[in-house]
């Protein structure tokens, strides 16, 4: 559980705020339903309520935007009704909850919410002097601190959703060539066995390294290297479907995995690439080459025996030659060479 809670930020964030919601509210619901308030009492509950289905609904199907969205709408309309029934006692849950929304949902959708809820109780006011204001002067200051809270918890807000996404990209990209990383690698691999179990999907892989590429480090440097796979990256990015998705998992080791494929278009796709890459491929030595090993999912077969099966195939492109490709259509496991 706590594993599951570190990895996924938008998930903890709800999980935490279900907690101190149902902690904080449930007390004041159980007040003011014994002493007779029970149109605050009633929306106290309903906000209790609402946030222990939508904390069970996210954990359950990992979705978390759904809840983050009715949550800020629940909690809106929650405190919007109990500053206007409470008056000047009930502005104070306002504040929590401008914090509130900029956590559960998007910086620009935060603000529409808070914007409507002061809109609320701003015009609620007007249409009936005093219900929630004691004076123009205080619903003025009201309206001014809650918009400093409200900008710097945007700024907040914003910084820290931009530095997640880029922890994100950094987490999942090889910072070299900008292709998936080893870690995004595996994940896809058993998304797209999950995939073909549940939907029928046919899915394939190409296993590239490329020759000799050794020598190029040895003998022009390692930036030499370097350029060679960030320009390899590019080239199988241009050749390749939008769908499909790149990984580097080695120094000079790639995969390319490809979605709604057939044995056929798998080494279509192969050959394409010995063509492509042979032909515009360039190092301060001359051309540069691709071996390729491919193989299709087969049905129930662990992800892992699949990539082993693509790597097999690519260990005998080498061996015979390099600059080719071998496509695994057998029905049976390689023997392990």
């Not at 999980?15 to 007390?27: C, D, H, K, N, R």
């Not at 759904?66 to 009704?81: D, E, I, M």
């Not at 990539?307 to 260990?315: G, P």
Request: aromatic letters at 10%.
């Amino acid at each position: 559980m706590f594993k599951r809670l570190r990895n996924d930020f938008q998930l903890s964030i709800i999980a935490l705020m279900g907690v101190i919601g149902v902690l904080g509210i449930t007390p004041y619901a159980v007040y003011r339903l014994l002493h007779g308030n029970y149109l605050v009492g009633i929306a106290d509950s309903i906000i209790v309520l609402s946030t222990i289905t939508a904390v069970i609904y996210a954990w359950r199907t990992g979705d978390t935007e759904k809840p983050g969205l009715y949550l800020a709408g629940v909690f809106s309309v929650g405190a919007t009704l109990i500053a206007i029934n409470l008056g000047v006692n009930g502005l104070f849950w306002i504040y929590p909850l401008i914090l509130f929304n900029f956590f559960m949902v998007s910086p620009g959708k935060a603000i529409v919410a808070s914007l409507l809820v002061l809109a609320g109780l701003v015009g609620h006011s007007i249409w009936v002097p005093g219900s929630v204001f004691d004076s123009h002067y205080q619903m003025i200051s009201f309206l001014v601190t809650n918009a400093m809270a409200g900008v710097l918890t945007f700024i907040f807000a914003y910084r820290t959703r931009i530095q997640r996404e880029q922890l994100q990209v950094l987490a999942i990209h090889d910072p070299l060539t900008g292709a998936r990383n080893r870690r995004a690698m595996n994940e896809e691999l058993k998304i797209a066995v999950s995939s073909q179990r549940r939907h029928g999907r046919q899915y394939g892989v190409l296993a590239m390294d490329l020759d000799h590429f050794k020598k190029i480090n040895d003998q022009y440097g390692h930036h030499a290297g370097d350029l060679v796979l960030v320009e390899f990256v590019e080239l199988i990015k241009t050749c390749s479907r939008k769908e499909d998705r790149l990984f580097r998992f080695g120094g000079e080791e790639f995969l390319l995995l490809l979605p709604d494929t057939t044995p056929q278009g798998l080494k279509a796709a192969a050959d394409n690439l010995l063509e492509q890459v042979r032909i515009q491929l360039r190092s301060p030595g001359g051309m540069v080459t691709v071996s390729i090993g491919g193989a299709m999912l087969r049905q129930d077969e662990p992800w892992s025996h699949w990539l082993q099966r693509a790597d097999q195939c690519l260990y005998q492109a080498k061996s015979n030659g390099r600059n080719r490709s071998i496509i695994d259509t057998s029905r049976e496991p390689l023997t392990t060479l």
